[in-house]
């Protein structure tokens, strides 16, 4: 069965850095896009970042773009989101999700999500 399974999050101060992983399993990983999303209390669900297959392509949030990186690593099977200069705003539950087959930098979301991990910035 698909699973993913979030990890990395955690209590950090204004800002801080935090890498989260997202490990899969179930799949063949390399062959689909993946993406980071998260929920903040009373806000909606809002995509983060998106990567392709290959990790060649990747796009962003543009509140972001500057401080989060994506990455993954296929012999693996974990996808990353490396996290810099934590804003309260950051605050939310970030979720891995799995993409579309074969698919570029701006994939569809599919059913496929993790329970997620908990990043809370607070002073």
């Known amino acids: 069965q698909v699973q993913l399974v979030e990890s990395g999050g955690g209590l950090v101060q204004p800002g801080g850095s935090l890498r989260l992983a997202c490990v899969a399993s179930?799949?063949?990983?390399?062959?689909?896009?993946m993406s980071w999303y998260r929920q903040a209390p009373g806000k909606e669900r809002e995509l983060v970042a998106r990567?392709?297959?290959?990790?060649?392509?990747?796009n962003y949030a543009d509140s972001l773009k500057g401080r989060f990186t994506i990455s993954r690593d296929n012999a693996k099977n974990i996808m990353y989101l490396q996290m810099n200069n934590l804003k309260l705003d950051d605050t939310a539950v970030y979720y891995c999700?799995?993409?579309?087959?074969?698919?570029?930098?701006?994939?569809?979301?599919?059913?496929?999500w993790g329970q997620g991990t908990q990043v809370t910035v607070s002073s």
């Open positions: 990567i392709s297959w290959q990790g060649r392509s990747t």
């Open positions: 179930g799949f063949t990983f390399s062959n689909y896009a």
């Open positions: 999700n799995r993409g579309q087959l074969l698919s570029g930098s701006d994939t569809q979301s599919s059913g496929f």
